[in-house]
């Protein structure tokens, strides 16, 4: 799965499995979801129809919801610019399929209401369990960076003594 536009993603996993290039339970799944949600589609990854299009996100948009991600093509990506593989073949809407179920995107698990985090590099789905650990390990992480990027502007130093010591040990000396 790739993003197609940079904007930041965040909120609450709506998930959605349904037939290859069918998407009935897409139409119904727009009108549950509530605001804040992103909605997580397991289309089985198929690029021969379009899941959605324009119209649908711009439903979408309007109806407050924070994102969609799909294991599918989608179509009108001029007019949407956002996220996976792109078809000029419409969708079936022959059905079954499911709502609010656990799915895979990309071949990893997504369950309803985990914590979908998005930006132009990926998507990170967090179960909300681990939540408040990995922020913290985030916040970490970022001030440590911040830190290594100010002695890089400032100072125009690197500093990694691990590089050396790494070398030493597959027995490149310098």
């Known amino acids: 799965i790739r993003p197609m536009n940079r904007s930041p993603l965040l909120g609450t996993a709506f998930t959605i499995r349904m037939p290859q290039g ?21 289309a089985g ?31 009108d990506l001029d007019g949407i610019s956002t996220l996976t593989d ?22 990893k698990t997504v369950k309803p209401g985990d914590i979908i985090v998005g930006d132009g590099d990926g998507i990170v789905i967090i179960d909300p369990v681990d939540a408040e650990a990995l922020a913290a390990a985030t916040c970490k992480t970022m001030e440590k960076e911040a830190k290594i990027m100010e002695n890089i502007i400032h100072k125009g130093e690197y500093i990694r003594p691990w590089v050396d010591e790494k070398l030493k040990e597959i027995g490149c000396d310098f």
């Open 22 to 42: 069918d998407n009935l339970m897409f139409h119904k799944a727009m009108d549950m979801a509530l605001p804040g949600d992103v909605i997580m589609i397991d």
């Open 45 to 75: 990854g198929s690029v021969d129809r379009a899941i959605f299009g324009e119209l649908m996100v711009s439903y979408c948009r309007v109806r407050g919801i924070a994102g969609i991600v799909c294991d599918g093509a989608i179509r």
């Open 86 to 107: 792109v078809t000029p073949n419409g969708p079936y809407k022959n059905g079954p399929g499911e709502i609010n179920v656990p799915i895979v995107i990309g071949g």
